[in-house]
């Protein structure tokens, strides 16, 4: 079989021997009655690392992303996100079709919009004919952005806008992690503006399943049973639970070294004339950009014909996302690889 470099994203990844390991070795017990041992030490444990009363489990960052908003809104209220948000994009039209709500989108620059952008978007209390707003949602870092960070002072200010007026906070940081190793930023700190916060184990930090997803303890307790609704009540679940654990515990100082692969790579597409990159938007592991003269899927089919594999970004663009399965060796291949395709 061919041996790619598979760049298409960081969910990719395979579980490690030393996490096989734990896996095979975890204890186990009934998690719809909250008996698994291993799973109430993952919540436990990111809990306390988020800086919040208590988290849950859950299948997918979709899930996450969708519990979170279920418990936060009734039907007919809105939630306001970037245009490019993956709860918008890519959740299967979820938020209407799970919890009867409606986004309103607003235009960041590089994923990032600001308090006094998003103001005039806050409908007033008063209009009966209108949605009723409900949350402000943050996704950071911000995927189809370029895995774009949030600056924390400015979610300080979105933070305060939502409190002036009584809204609610969701983060989706399916890459926090990626967010606070490349920033400095403790994760606690950006989870403390957030009333409810989704975060990914299966993407760099590289366990093969799940998500967390953190709150208060009433939220969390309201979150068990949109969890058990959607049919995400697992049971012996600590065999993958320990894989979530074994993550959050190994794997997210590493994170910086895949931001350096991502700028390695950066720096060859961003000398390569035929190729067009936005540099201000590589901050942590995932990159955008476009092919000036070559279709988007001749550029794929191409570079995947000479071993290397990625993936479909915002309109017209490429992705390239660097994972703890991506070596330096493999790296500079890629970059040979793109000067091969590109640099003519
Ligand atoms: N992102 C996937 C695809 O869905 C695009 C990827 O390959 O990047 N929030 C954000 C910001 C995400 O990027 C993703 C997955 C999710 C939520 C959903 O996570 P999963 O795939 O676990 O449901």
New binding site residues.
């Given amino acids: 079989m061919k041996q790619f470099i598979d760049l ?4 990719i990844t395979k579980p490690t021997e030393a996490m096989r390991k734990v896996m095979y070795e975890a204890e186990v017990g009934d998690d719809v009655y909250k008996e698994d041992p291993t799973a109430n030490e993952l919540e436990r444990y990111a809990a306390e690392l988020l800086g919040k009363e208590a988290a849950l489990y859950v ?7 969708q519990i979170c908003l279920n418990v936060l809104t009734q039907p007919g209220d809105e939630v306001i996100c970037e245009k490019d ?3 918008f994009q ?2 299967s039209g979820s938020p209407a079709w799970l919890s009867g709500i409606q986004m309103g989108l607003v235009e960041g620059v590089r994923g990032v919009f600001t308090a006094e952008q998003i103001k005039p978007y806050i409908r007033p209390a008063s209009a009966y004919y209108m949605a009723r707003t409900k949350v402000i949602e943050i ?1 950071n ?3 189809r952005a370029g895995g774009t960070i949030n600056p924390i002072e400015n979610i300080k200010a979105i933070n305060a806008l939502a409190k002036e007026n009584s809204l609610y906070m969701h983060l ?1 940081g ?2 926090i992690w990626n967010a606070s190793v490349a920033s400095g930023v403790e994760v606690k700190e950006y989870a403390k503006y957030f009333d409810s916060v ?1 975060c ?1 184990l ?2 760099g930090l590289g366990a093969p399943i ?2 967390i997803i953190a709150g208060s303890k009433d939220f969390i307790k309201q979150a068990f049973r949109v969890r058990k609704a959607l049919g995400g009540g697992m049971r012996q679940v600590g065999i993958i639970a320990s894989a979530g654990l074994y993550a959050l515990k190994n794997n997210i100082s590493r994170l910086s070294e895949d931001h350096e692969k991502a700028k390695m790579l950066a720096a060859t597409i961003n000398k390569l004339e035929s190729l067009e990159i936005d540099m201000e938007r590589v901050q942590t592991n ?1 990159l955008i950009f476009k092919a000036k003269n070559m279709s988007l899927e001749d550029a794929l089919a191409r570079t995947k014909e000479k071993g290397l594999l990625l ?1 479909e970004g915002t309109v017209g663009s490429m ?1 390239a ?1 660097i994972h703890m399965d991506v070596s330096f060796e493999q790296t500079e291949k890629a970059c040979k690889i793109l000067e091969e395709v590109f640099g003519k």
């Fill in positions: 298409r994203s960081d969910t299948t997918s960052g979709v899930m996450g992303n948000a993956h709860i890519y959740e996704e870092t911000h995927n989706d399916a890459r989704s990914c299966s993407k799940g998500s995932i993936s992705r996302v």
